[in-house]
Protein backbone atom coordinates (compact mmCIF):
# COMPACT_ATOMS: atom_id res chain seq x y z
CA UNK A 1 0.00 0.00 0.00
CA UNK A 2 1.39 3.42 -0.90
CA UNK A 3 -1.24 5.58 0.59
CA UNK A 4 0.73 8.40 1.68
CA UNK A 5 -1.17 8.80 5.27
CA UNK A 6 -0.64 5.33 5.46
CA UNK A 7 2.15 2.64 6.40
CA UNK A 8 3.76 3.31 2.40
CA UNK A 9 7.37 4.71 1.65
CA UNK A 10 6.38 7.68 4.21
CA UNK A 11 7.60 5.06 6.89
CA UNK A 12 5.94 7.46 9.65
CA UNK A 13 2.78 7.42 8.35
CA UNK A 14 2.50 11.29 8.44
CA UNK A 15 1.00 13.29 5.24
CA UNK A 16 3.70 15.55 4.46
CA UNK A 17 1.30 17.83 2.16
CA UNK A 18 -0.93 18.03 5.31
CA UNK A 19 1.17 19.09 7.29
CA UNK A 20 2.48 21.75 5.35
CA UNK A 21 -0.61 22.99 4.46
CA UNK A 22 -0.88 24.97 7.37
CA UNK A 23 1.88 27.20 6.45
CA UNK A 24 -0.36 28.32 3.84
CA UNK A 25 -2.44 30.20 6.37
CA UNK A 26 -5.63 28.31 5.47
CA UNK A 27 -7.63 27.24 8.37
CA UNK A 28 -6.50 23.39 9.42
CA UNK A 29 -9.07 20.99 9.08
CA UNK A 30 -8.90 20.09 13.43
CA UNK A 31 -11.10 16.40 13.38
CA UNK A 32 -8.22 15.35 16.39
CA UNK A 33 -10.76 15.96 19.16
CA UNK A 34 -13.92 14.59 17.65
CA UNK A 35 -11.37 11.25 16.53
CA UNK A 36 -9.76 10.78 20.31
CA UNK A 37 -13.24 11.23 21.65
CA UNK A 38 -15.22 8.38 19.27
CA UNK A 39 -11.94 6.01 19.68
CA UNK A 40 -12.09 6.40 23.73
CA UNK A 41 -16.13 6.15 23.35
CA UNK A 42 -15.41 2.76 21.51
CA UNK A 43 -12.58 1.64 24.23
CA UNK A 44 -9.86 1.36 21.08
CA UNK A 45 -6.27 1.64 20.94
CA UNK A 46 -4.91 3.55 18.49
CA UNK A 47 -3.42 -0.01 17.16
CA UNK A 48 -6.85 -1.41 17.15
CA UNK A 49 -7.81 1.77 14.87
CA UNK A 50 -4.83 1.31 12.85
CA UNK A 51 -5.47 -2.36 12.17
CA UNK A 52 -8.96 -1.21 10.81
CA UNK A 53 -8.24 1.28 8.52
CA UNK A 54 -4.75 0.36 7.42
CA UNK A 55 -3.25 3.57 8.66
CA UNK A 56 0.23 3.73 10.71
CA UNK A 57 -0.08 4.40 15.03
CA UNK A 58 2.29 7.48 14.34
CA UNK A 59 0.09 9.43 11.86
CA UNK A 60 -3.54 8.83 13.92
CA UNK A 61 -1.62 9.89 16.62
CA UNK A 62 -0.34 13.24 14.52
CA UNK A 63 -4.43 13.49 13.89
CA UNK A 64 -5.91 13.29 17.49
CA UNK A 65 -2.94 15.88 18.81
CA UNK A 66 -3.87 18.43 15.62
CA UNK A 67 -0.68 18.00 14.01
CA UNK A 68 -1.75 16.40 11.14
CA UNK A 69 -4.54 17.11 8.66
CA UNK A 70 -6.23 13.72 7.22
CA UNK A 71 -7.13 13.74 3.71
CA UNK A 72 -10.77 13.14 3.05
CA UNK A 73 -9.43 9.79 2.09
CA UNK A 74 -7.92 9.00 5.25
CA UNK A 75 -10.72 10.37 6.83
CA UNK A 76 -13.00 8.23 5.79
CA UNK A 77 -10.85 5.12 6.53
CA UNK A 78 -10.51 6.50 10.45
CA UNK A 79 -14.36 6.45 10.58
CA UNK A 80 -15.09 3.39 9.11
CA UNK A 81 -12.61 2.03 11.82
CA UNK A 82 -14.16 4.01 14.56
CA UNK A 83 -17.62 2.90 13.09
CA UNK A 84 -19.27 6.09 11.69
CA UNK A 85 -18.82 8.30 8.78
CA UNK A 86 -16.39 11.53 7.71
CA UNK A 87 -19.78 13.74 7.74
CA UNK A 88 -20.30 13.31 11.44
CA UNK A 89 -16.64 13.36 12.48
CA UNK A 90 -16.27 16.82 10.83
CA UNK A 91 -19.70 17.73 12.66
CA UNK A 92 -18.30 17.05 15.71
CA UNK A 93 -15.32 18.96 15.34
CA UNK A 94 -17.11 21.89 14.86
CA UNK A 95 -18.99 24.57 16.95
CA UNK A 96 -22.44 24.25 16.39
CA UNK A 97 -24.20 27.36 14.38
CA UNK A 98 -27.84 28.44 14.53
CA UNK A 99 -27.14 30.58 11.44
CA UNK A 100 -24.14 30.42 9.11
CA UNK A 101 -23.79 31.76 5.75
CA UNK A 102 -21.49 29.31 3.32
CA UNK A 103 -20.08 31.86 0.27
CA UNK A 104 -19.56 30.39 -3.08
CA UNK A 105 -15.40 30.93 -2.67
CA UNK A 106 -15.08 28.92 0.78
CA UNK A 107 -12.91 26.66 1.02
CA UNK A 108 -13.65 22.76 2.80
CA UNK A 109 -10.02 22.87 4.42
CA UNK A 110 -9.85 19.20 2.89
CA UNK A 111 -6.55 18.48 1.41
CA UNK A 112 -5.38 16.95 -0.50
CA UNK A 113 -8.85 15.67 -1.94
CA UNK A 114 -10.34 18.83 -3.80
CA UNK A 115 -13.93 19.53 -4.88
CA UNK A 116 -15.10 18.71 -1.35
CA UNK A 117 -16.84 20.95 0.54
CA UNK A 118 -19.34 21.25 3.49
CA UNK A 119 -22.28 23.27 3.42
CA UNK A 120 -23.80 22.88 6.64
CA UNK A 121 -21.47 23.14 9.65
CA UNK A 122 -21.71 22.31 12.82
CA UNK A 123 -23.40 18.81 14.71
CA UNK A 124 -26.81 19.32 13.13
CA UNK A 125 -29.59 16.94 12.08
CA UNK A 126 -28.91 18.04 8.36
CA UNK A 127 -25.87 17.05 6.43
CA UNK A 128 -25.24 18.96 3.03
CA UNK A 129 -22.15 17.92 0.68
CA UNK A 130 -20.85 19.81 -2.69
CA UNK A 131 -19.02 17.83 -4.59
CA UNK A 132 -17.44 19.11 -7.75
CA UNK A 133 -15.54 18.05 -10.57
CA UNK A 134 -14.20 14.30 -11.18
CA UNK A 135 -15.33 12.25 -8.43
CA UNK A 136 -14.48 8.98 -7.63
CA UNK A 137 -14.92 7.36 -4.03
CA UNK A 138 -13.79 3.69 -5.17
CA UNK A 139 -16.22 2.88 -2.21
CA UNK A 140 -19.83 1.98 -1.39
CA UNK A 141 -21.88 3.79 1.03
CA UNK A 142 -24.55 3.01 3.30
CA UNK A 143 -26.28 5.18 5.40
CA UNK A 144 -28.50 5.14 8.23
CA UNK A 145 -30.68 7.72 7.61
CA UNK A 146 -32.56 8.89 3.92
CA UNK A 147 -29.99 11.18 1.53
CA UNK A 148 -31.13 12.88 -1.76
CA UNK A 149 -28.34 13.89 -4.54
CA UNK A 150 -29.30 16.78 -6.83
CA UNK A 151 -27.30 17.14 -10.30
CA UNK A 152 -26.51 20.65 -10.26
CA UNK A 153 -24.60 20.55 -13.35
CA UNK A 154 -22.55 17.92 -15.56
CA UNK A 155 -23.56 13.90 -15.37
CA UNK A 156 -22.98 10.77 -12.56
CA UNK A 157 -23.33 6.96 -12.80
CA UNK A 158 -25.05 5.79 -9.80
CA UNK A 159 -25.26 2.17 -8.40
CA UNK A 160 -28.10 1.01 -5.82
CA UNK A 161 -30.22 -1.42 -5.21
CA UNK A 162 -28.69 -3.60 -8.19
CA UNK A 163 -29.20 -0.45 -10.73
CA UNK A 164 -27.72 1.41 -12.08
CA UNK A 165 -28.48 5.48 -12.65
CA UNK A 166 -27.31 7.81 -15.16
CA UNK A 167 -28.27 10.99 -13.64
CA UNK A 168 -27.82 14.74 -15.61
CA UNK A 169 -28.05 18.45 -14.67
CA UNK A 170 -31.01 18.82 -12.97
CA UNK A 171 -31.90 15.35 -12.06
CA UNK A 172 -32.63 14.25 -8.07
CA UNK A 173 -32.58 10.78 -6.77
CA UNK A 174 -33.21 10.04 -3.78
CA UNK A 175 -32.25 6.69 -1.36
CA UNK A 176 -33.49 5.45 1.81
CA UNK A 177 -31.69 4.62 4.80
CA UNK A 178 -29.56 1.81 4.64
CA UNK A 179 -29.45 1.52 1.17
CA UNK A 180 -25.83 0.43 -0.26
CA UNK A 181 -25.11 2.90 -3.21
CA UNK A 182 -22.04 3.87 -5.22
CA UNK A 183 -21.17 6.77 -7.47
CA UNK A 184 -18.93 8.40 -9.89
CA UNK A 185 -18.83 11.73 -11.89
CA UNK A 186 -18.80 11.38 -15.53
CA UNK A 187 -17.83 14.75 -16.83
CA UNK A 188 -15.20 17.09 -15.58
CA UNK A 189 -17.70 19.86 -14.61
CA UNK A 190 -20.00 18.09 -12.81
CA UNK A 191 -21.48 19.38 -9.75
CA UNK A 192 -23.48 17.50 -6.95
CA UNK A 193 -25.34 18.22 -3.67
CA UNK A 194 -25.45 15.93 -1.59
CA UNK A 195 -28.17 16.32 1.43
CA UNK A 196 -28.66 13.88 4.30
CA UNK A 197 -30.16 13.42 7.79
CA UNK A 198 -27.22 12.98 9.80
CA UNK A 199 -26.48 9.53 10.99
CA UNK A 200 -26.87 10.34 14.55
CA UNK A 201 -30.32 10.99 14.35
CA UNK A 202 -33.46 8.08 14.87
CA UNK A 203 -35.69 8.70 12.04
CA UNK A 204 -38.43 6.80 12.01
CA UNK A 205 -41.25 6.67 9.88
CA UNK A 206 -43.64 6.62 12.25
CA UNK A 207 -47.21 8.66 11.89
CA UNK A 208 -47.99 11.62 13.81
CA UNK A 209 -49.65 11.11 16.87
CA UNK A 210 -53.03 12.60 17.30
CA UNK A 211 -53.35 15.90 18.26
CA UNK A 212 -49.78 16.82 16.77
Not at 90 to 116: I, K, M, N, Q, Y
Not at 161 to 172: C, I, N, T, V
Given at each position: ?N???G???Q???????????????????????????????????????????????????????????P??????????????????????????????????????????????R????????????????????????????????????????????????????????????????????V??????????????????????????
Amino acid sequence: MNDRDGKGDQGDGIDRNDKDADKDGKEPLRVGVAVRKRRRALHLTLAAVSARSGLSVPFLSQIENERARPSMRSLERVADALETTAVELLAASDTARTVDLVRAGDESGLTPVPGVRPLVRGHHQLHALEFTGDQDAGREYQHRNDELMYVVAGACQVEAEGRAYRLESGDALFLSGGVRHRWRSVTEDTKILVVAVGDHIHATSEPPSPGR
